[in-house]
């Protein structure tokens, strides 16, 4: 119990039944000696109860004082000497020297470390990071966060690797302080965490600090973990682990794990030392990857050949279409079966609907619908001198310019997205490609304007030139069959702009593929 707004000073028994004593153990603050008193309050009755019976004076000296106990000798409950307050390195938060931090002393040989971003441990980079050590019947956790502007910092316990019915320790920074609470996570469709109905007896504090913003704690956690229903057995169970750091707090839990999350790829017996790795994010990965491609890439080109190009190429056909049309059909049908794809994988990877507070699910949504609709129409369109062609047109223009702002918007927000790990400075390269693409759409629009003010000079031109006999019909095909003005130019900027643009894709895709791509980038170099 919290008395008086301490946390964790006094304590009540749980059951009504009448006792004749109550045995309990107490485990001071690590950096408590000196004298301690206790005070009890008993009640027989709802008039007969004794307030403030003081107890004997109980001395705290260092445990290391009092001798040891044989290593083959295994007792109830024994804690190991402790290696006194913990004290993380006072330089940037964001940073850790290798050389000079302790927590990674013993990974992989007498406990198993997991933090992230993946793959941290051996770079000794990570932003958060947890440690599991077993000694008999004791499971002793250890956890620290690095990241700036860290609430929390905490730890699952789960059987499936994502968020639903997990035991949760959870470290909070409080008046200085490090709390220690026990949480439970809640699945689909209403992810959340609650302390209620968790027993918070199972788990105890036996070093914590916080340091420039570095949070640290080790706790101790009993074997069998009870909430409602559910048994949590860390001797005979297997468990991901899931570690998480958020910069919000809610009234009754952590809040977003918006610094960043991490399930480890394997169930484990907490009981071995090992090294694991983080979850495949492959999925992940090729759902961006896929998105860039289409949205940025394909869909930019097809609309651009649609909307310029129906006046180049004049009588050079690809399979009886006009080529302006087979390329941009071929530009629409890859960003038509990418994005499918792409929707599918990520529902398959998270499971359900994001949990993160980001437009970018429903953004994307919204997206795929009009996407998936478009070729659908294309199949129906009416024929070209139909009186219903100009509503289809409009209509058809209207669905795939839509779609297109809308899938730039949604990947601006996905930079914004914890589990993407994008850089800030990825919104920059989509400005830049922004910018160009209007460009491009300036200038054929210009020389569009200039290429019809021709035409209709050269129209004028001919009508009061001398028509002899077929001169009409002869004109009207030597018209069909010839490019519009500056045709030489659109292609060349077509071209250009191609390249660009592959350029621009190509960048995107490693940012998303190798993402965090500052972390990849500095692996790479020391190796």
């Not at 008039?47 to 000798?73: K, L």
């Not at 130019?489 to 190509?506: E, M, N, Q, S, W």
């Amino acid at each position: 119990m919290n008395c008086e707004s301490s946390v964790g000073n006094s304590v009540t028994h749980s059951n009504t039944s009448p006792k004749q004593s109550v045995s309990l153990e107490w485990q001071p603050p690590v950096d408590f000696l000196g004298e301690v008193l206790f005070n009890a309050t008993v009640a027989q009755a709802y008039d007969s109860f004794w307030v403030g019976i003081p107890s004997n004076t109980v001395q705290v000296v260092r445990r290391d004082t009092v001798g040891s106990y044989p290593q083959t000798t295994r007792l109830p409950y024994v804690t190991p000497p402790p290696r006194g307050p913990y004290t993380p390195q006072t330089e940037s938060p964001m940073t850790t020297q290798p050389q000079d931090d302790p927590f990674y002393t013993d990974c992989g040989r007498s406990k198993t470390c997991f933090g992230f971003p993946d793959g941290c441990i051996e770079t000794k980079s990570c932003k958060s990071i947890s440690a599991v050590m077993v000694r008999g019947d004791v499971y002793e956790f250890e956890m620290k966060s690095l990241s700036s502007g860290a609430a929390y910092i905490a730890l699952g316990l789960s059987e499936d690797a994502k968020m639903g019915d997990d035991l949760v320790t959870e470290c909070v920074p409080q008046n200085g302080r490090v709390s220690l609470y026990s949480s439970y996570t809640s699945g689909a469709p209403n992810y959340a965490a609650t302390r209620a109905n968790v027993p918070q007896n199972k788990a105890r504090l036996i070093e914590s600090s916080v340091i420039d913003g570095v949070i640290y704690c080790k706790i101790q956690r009993e074997v069998i973990t009870q909430v409602s229903s559910k048994t949590f057995d860390l001797l005979n169970n297997r468990y991901h682990l899931l570690i998480a750091s958020g910069t919000g707090l809610k009234e009754n839990s952590v809040g977003y794990h918006d610094i960043g999350r991490l399930p480890s790829a394997a169930p484990i017996n907490l009981a071995v030392v090992q090294d694991l790795s983080g979850s495949s994010t492959l999925l992940l990965r090729l759902h961006g990857a896929f998105m860039v491609i289409a949205w940025i890439g394909t869909t930019s080109l097809g609309i651009i050949l649609a909307r310029y190009f129906k006046q180049t190429w004049v009588g050079k056909q690809i399979c009886g279409k006009d080529q302006w049309f087979v390329w941009h059909r071929a530009c629409m049908v890859t960003t038509w079966s990418l994005t499918i794809v792409a929707f599918i994988i990520i529902f398959v990877e998270i499971g359900d609907w994001s949990s993160e507070r980001n437009p970018h699910a429903i953004l994307g949504t919204i997206t795929t619908i009009i996407c998936f609709i478009q070729p659908i129409g294309a199949l129906f369109r009416p024929a070209p001198n139909a009186k219903s062609r100009p509503i289809f047109n409009w209509l058809h223009w209207l669905g795939g310019n839509l779609a297109h702002i809308l899938s730039i918007v949604t990947i601006f927000f996905a930079v914004k997205l914890t589990k993407a790990e994008l850089p800030e400075w990825m919104d920059w390269i989509l400005v830049g490609f922004v910018v160009v693409h209007v460009i491009v759409h300036l200038i054929y629009s210009i020389a569009g304007f200039s290429s019809d003010r021709q035409q209709a000079q050269q129209v004028t031109a001919f009508q009061m030139s001398d028509m002899g006999h077929h001169g009409m019909r002869n004109g009207h095909r030597m018209e069909r069959n010839t490019d519009a003005p500056y045709s030489r130019f659109r292609k060349g900027l077509l071209a250009a702009y191609t390249i660009i643009l592959i350029l621009f894709v190509v960048v995107l895709v490693l940012i998303v593929v190798l993402a965090p791509i500052e972390d990849t980038f500095n692996k790479l170099k020391s190796n």
